[in-house]
């Protein structure tokens, strides 16, 4: 079965299934799942715990050697397999997908990895997982239900955050979950009674926010002129590499382009895994753009971050994300070469 995050804790009070893949790129929710079925299976007797890193492909064979070994006192163990990537090889897909579907009574198999692709998610092991056991995908959240996270991530914690405060931490701290926690864990020993003020309680709180190239092309596509610019300006801050940057913007360009082109004009990207809502914005206003302009934009920053062309490729970028927001701070360029 496929679950997610928010559906385990009450999958793991009713049953505890023989694996489990928990699996994404967001480490405090991954953490806590992990946490949540080891919890689980210490408290169904599976009292060791047996952690194996595969950093090579022999360490396969402790694996195998280990799963068919059984204990010095024959207890219940919880066997952890943590992959460093997302593709295991052959031999590692074939040595999960032979435990898991032999499913031992004595033992739970928990294993964590990185987000995976389509291509991953289609192989015979990860399919093993799903019938056999639950499959947890771990997606980052996005920043229109970040402040409800926050919120909930906060009642839980005791605490009672106003809108002021939510919207603080919520900005300072965005793509960054590990830091909100622990913002809101320092909240706690700053108010007892679990009602912080905005103001005093928050005054010292650092910008931890942190963002990837898909947060900007997201809100970018969304007409959000004024979050892409702080977005654009914290991967500047964070040394992201400007070509990386452009490629970004360059897809929710092809992105929407390939929209427009299909029957009715409408509709999610096929490469996006999330439904894209931004996409589906930026086609309701296309009208008020013009894609030449907009690839011109992107030609000129392409030949500023290659030297070819005199400026600044983020200050071009920051007009092309702007332009794309249909809310263009310059006039259009005529040409890519000035």
Not at 91 to 100: E, K, N
């Amino acid at each position: 079965m496929k679950l997610t995050p928010d559906d385990l804790d009450a999958h793991l009070a009713q049953k505890l299934l023989p694996a489990y893949l928990i699996c994404g790129d967001e480490p405090l929710i991954a953490s806590e799942a992990a946490d949540a079925v080891r919890a689980r299976a210490r408290a169904a007797g599976f009292s060791e715990r047996e952690v194996h890193f595969i950093e090579r492909a022999a360490d396969w064979e402790d694996v195998r050697a280990s799963a068919g070994t059984l204990s010095l006192f024959g207890s219940r163990r919880l066997l952890e397999v943590r992959l460093g990537s997302a593709r295991p090889g052959a031999a590692g897909g074939a040595v999960l997908a032979t435990l898991i579907e032999r499913a031992d009574p004595d033992t739970v198999l928990l294993i964590l990895a990185p987000r995976l692709d389509r291509d991953a998610q289609s192989a015979k092991w990860v399919q093993a997982v799903a019938a056999h056991g639950a499959w947890v995908p771990v997606w980052p959240v996005e920043a229109a239900k970040f402040p409800a996270w926050l919120r909930a991530r906060s009642r839980r914690l005791g605490l009672t955050l106003d809108a002021q405060a939510l919207e603080l931490l919520a900005a300072r701290t965005e793509g960054n979950l590990l830091a909100a926690h622990q913002e809101l864990e320092k909240l706690r020993l700053l108010a007892p009674d679990g009602r912080p003020e905005a103001g005093a309680a928050l005054a010292g709180l650092a910008d931890s926010a942190r963002f990837d190239v898909f947060r900007l092309s997201e809100a970018a596509l969304a007409g959000d002129a004024g979050r892409a610019l702080r977005v654009l300006a914290g991967l500047r801050a964070e040394g992201t590499e400007p070509t990386l940057v452009l490629w970004a913007l360059i897809k929710a360009l092809r992105d929407l382009s390939g929209a427009l082109l299909r029957p009715g004009g409408g509709g999610g990207a096929r490469g996006w895994q999330r439904p894209n809502a931004a996409l589906d914005a930026a086609v309701r206003r296309a009208r008020r753009l013009s894609l030449r302009t907009l690839m011109l934009r992107a030609a000129r920053a392409d030949r500023m971050i290659k030297g070819r062309l005199g400026g600044d490729p983020w200050d071009e970028m920051a007009l092309l994300a702007t332009d794309l927001c249909a809310r263009p701070a310059l006039s259009a360029p005529k040409s890519m070469f000035k």
